[in-house]
């Protein structure tokens, strides 16, 4: 489309400025708004047209190709998703044993019972919706506290940079680690797995088939530190070995975070179709909430419209003292969201990709 | 640590104790420890069975070809979702949503089959003549065969022979395939007779049935196809998170990037002043009355 012709704009702009268009003819305002132009932006000769840049794979019309090797090829020669899951992210056929460890691991993770992605995916599937939808769905429980492998592996990368560099032994390292954070959602060391004996087979697979790393080594670390401060029993759980084994076969943090959610997506797939085979739909308005799970003001009567002003209060506070005692008081309003803290990161931790695209 | 479950239902698929994690009666431990594959516990899940070795090898294959597909709707999805910087779980969580009517429809596929077996059975037909059936029934009243034609492989999707072939060398050759393969013949015979161009069978239609030969539903199927997708999705939108420009509209970049504002085409309505407060009821009447905003509504 292009930008308006310079007279058809100027004689639109000029009628809008006499009607007069709210507070657009403020001095305020960064630039005149009654001589914006109209229409698109041409398009940009200059510079290389858009394309969709990738290192990880191309197609054409008639081959598909990762990392320089051929999908079709790779299955007829025998290679299956574990072997892509190595290419795709690490560029690389994995040796026998790691393709066998990751087998292990994704069997490990592809079912968890009714915890998280399978109550998401069950409760989207009451609403009648895709099964796609659902398995969609669950993939978002995985955050930083369930399944949170980007804050566990990040920062066991740093810990371990950190002996390193400071010449520390990982002993030292972990402690300091559990020293700082303490015993938390994202350390891979709690009380949850005493009983089951999964997580630490899982670690002992790792070192038969001679894949472990300075990842398991420095989680057993972690593991006698937060032991010695702990009031209660811990032990390495299924966050620890997964993350550390994922990382000793060379997976970053974030893409051990997005393979092992999406392996439990295919159990949630299954969660979806067995909420669908067994339970009847869900409509809108249908669930009650009980009167004694409600603990929020008492019921009281909508005041008349005339009187808002009488009852209405402002939330405008005119000096710093106004706004902390308001700011304190909004977070006994549970649901206000006065009293969390959510920092929203940038999680991709560098940007930019000038080396592609000149003319 | 409250360990109550989330939400609390009757399943046969898992329970989990503080001992072990058990599906469909198998501990899942043990079946690491035992060597199965997870394309094995892909059939415990789905089927609740251990599958044959063929069926295991066929289902490696259908998935680890599927996986990867460089820039379809699911991977574009996720790079898009990506530039706005969130988790990258809700990236993958976006591409396996894009699998819907058209891309990788692998249910829509099955049930098709399905539908046309059934239906053979009751009407005492041979799986050949329903498989013309279903052509001549699809193409008469204009309905896409499912599992056939791709917009960027013309000549046919380089996956979906091979997959055939595949099924055919395992030995795994059943009624799907049957069914499949005569759907194919009587689609290339027709379109011929129609003097229209050819179109090859795609990855749903060879892929979704050799799953449903070695026992998947159509659902399951769907699923697999689906959700082993995200993975390749997840390692497009981690590229674009670690080493792309957040926003994808930098004028710094060499290249022009994804939403940069040359690339806004726009074909609607033209520029126009709006109405004041004390002119809107009388300028939305007549705007109703002419009826020119039709054209528009979508």
């Not at chain 1, 998280?116 to 895709?130: E, L, Q």
């Not at chain 2, 574009?76 to 891309?103: D, E, K, M, Q, Y």
Request: proline share 4%.
């Amino acid at each position: 489309m292009g930008y308006l012709d310079q007279e058809k704009t100027d004689a639109l702009n000029k009628l809008k400025k006499e009607r007069g268009v709210g507070n657009l003819d403020s001095e305020k305002n960064p630039f005149d708004y009654h001589a914006r132009e109209y229409g698109t932006m041409p398009q940009d000769g200059k510079r290389a047209p858009f394309q969709w840049v990738s290192e990880v794979a191309y197609k054409n019309v008639h081959r598909i190709v990762a990392r320089g090797y051929d999908t079709t090829e790779l299955m007829e020669e025998g290679y299956g998703v574990i072997e892509v899951l190595f290419v795709d992210y690490q560029a690389r056929i994995p040796t026998i044993e790691e393709e066998k460890m990751l087998n292990y691991i994704m069997i490990m993770m592809l079912e968890d019972g009714l915890s998280g992605p399978a109550a998401i995916s069950r409760i989207v599937a009451k609403s009648k919706t895709f099964l796609t939808q659902a398995c969609g769905a669950s993939i978002m429980a995985f955050g930083h506290a369930y399944g949170a492998y980007s804050s566990f592996g990040n920062r066991v990368e740093d810990y371990i940079k950190k002996a390193e560099f400071e010449n520390l032994t990982l002993g030292e390292a972990a402690r300091l680690l559990v020293q700082k954070d303490g015993i938390d959602e994202a350390l891979g060391v709690s009380s949850l797995m005493l009983k089951d004996p999964a997580a630490k087979r899982m670690i002992a697979r790792a070192e038969k088939l001679g894949v472990a790393g300075v990842n398991i080594q420095f989680m057993k670390e972690v593991v006698k530190a937060a032991q010695a401060v702990s009031s209660e029993p811990v032990d390495i759980d299924m966050l620890g070995a997964t993350g550390a084994v994922m990382q000793d076969l060379g997976f970053t943090p974030e893409a051990t975070w997005a393979i092992l959610a999406i392996t439990r997506s295919f159990g949630a797939g299954a969660h979806y179709i067995e909420e669908v085979e067994r339970g009847d739909l869900s409509r809108m308005g249908q669930q009650l909430t009980p009167r004694e799970d409600y603990d929020g003001p008492s019921d009281r009567s909508v005041p008349p419209l005339k009187d808002r002003e009488k009852v209405a209060q402002s939330a405008i506070c005119k000096t710093p003292e106004e706004w902390k005692q308001r700011f304190e008081k909004m977070k006994e309003v549970r649901g206000s969201g006065f009293s969390i803290i959510e920092e929203v990161a940038d999680p991709s931790k560098k940007s930019g990709m000038k080396k592609v695209g000149k003319l | 640590m409250d360990r109550e479950p989330t939400l609390r239902r009757k399943t046969a698929l898992s329970y989990k104790t503080e001992e072990k994690t058990v599906m469909r009666g198998y501990n899942l431990s043990d079946m690491a420890e035992e060597g199965y594959s997870f394309y094995d516990a892909m059939f415990v899940l789905f089927q609740s069975r251990i599958p044959t070795e063929k069926e295991e090898k066929m289902l490696k294959y259908e998935m680890g070809v599927f996986l990867e597909h460089s820039m379809s709707p699911s991977a574009v999805g996720a790079i898009g979702v990506s530039a706005g910087r969130p988790n990258l779980p809700v990236c993958v969580a976006a591409a396996i949503s894009t699998f819907g009517g058209v891309h990788g429809p692998g249910a829509a596929h099955g049930y098709m089959l399905n539908k046309y077996l059934e239906r053979g059975q009751k009407e005492g037909k041979t799986v050949d003549e329903m498989a013309k059936t279903l052509v001549d029934e699809y193409m008469d009243s204009g309905t896409p065969v499912m599992g056939m034609g791709q917009p960027q492989h013309i000549d046919s999707d380089p996956r979906a022979e091979p997959i055939h072939l595949r099924q055919e060398e395992l030995g795994l050759e059943g009624v799907y395939l049957e069914f499949q393969r005569a759907l194919e013949k009587y689609f290339h015979a027709r379109r011929k007779a129609d003097g229209r161009s050819y179109v090859g069978v795609n990855v749903v239609g060879s892929g979704n049935t050799a799953l449903m030969e070695i026992g998947f539903s159509p659902n399951a199927g769907w699923c697999i196809g689906s959700v082993v997708r995200g993975f390749s999705c997840a390692a497009h939108a981690l590229y674009n998170m670690k080493k792309g420009r957040a926003w994808g509209a930098s004028r710094n970049e060499p290249m022009v990037q994804m939403i940069d504002l040359s690339m806004i085409k726009y074909v609607g309505p033209k520029d126009r002043i709006v109405p004041k407060q004390e002119e809107r009821q009388e300028y939305a009447k007549k705007q109703k009355e002419e009826g020119e905003y039709k054209q528009w509504v979508i």
